[in-house]
């Protein structure tokens, strides 16, 4: 059975910074475009970071450039969103998704994840 598995989430302090990992189980990952998308209480879910499965080629919503990087490590079957400078509207619970041979479409809509994690949550409070 194929599994996304999300870590990392934790409470850290507004300036503070984490990093989440992906990772999968009965599946390589630079097979598919991998979103991370986020939900807070009384939200609808955001796409927050994608990488494309062919070219590297990355999307990041508007809310989090600069401050968010996504980045794959083929050997480690893993793809990381390193998240830094975070804000209290940063909290939320954080899923990653796998579109096959997918693209940014993932993150833009027109994509259609095949599989989802369960979610690490992060929460950004002093």
């Known amino acids: 059975q194929v599994q996304l598995v999300e870590s990392g989430g934790a409470l850290v302090q507004p300036g503070g910074s984490l990093r989440l990992s992906c990772t999968a189980s009965?599946?390589?990952?630079?097979?598919?475009?991998i979103g991370w998308f986020r939900q807070a209480p009384g939200k609808e879910r955001e796409g927050v970071s994608c990488?494309?499965?062919?070219?590297?080629?990355?999307y990041y919503a508007d809310s989090v450039k600069g401050r968010f990087t996504i980045s794959r490590d083929s050997a480690k079957n893993t793809v990381y969103l390193q998240m830094n400078s975070l804000e209290p509207e940063d909290t939320a619970v954080y899923y990653c998704?796998?579109?096959?041979?997918?693209?940014?479409?993932?993150?833009?809509?027109?994509?259609?994840?095949?599989?989802w994690g369960q979610g690490t949550q992060v929460t950004v409070s002093s």
């Open positions: 009965s599946l390589t990952l630079d097979y598919y475009a």
């Open positions: 990488i494309s499965s062919s070219d590297g080629r990355t």
């Open positions: 998704a796998a579109e096959s041979f997918g693209g940014l479409g993932l993150c833009r809509g027109s994509g259609t994840a095949n599989y």
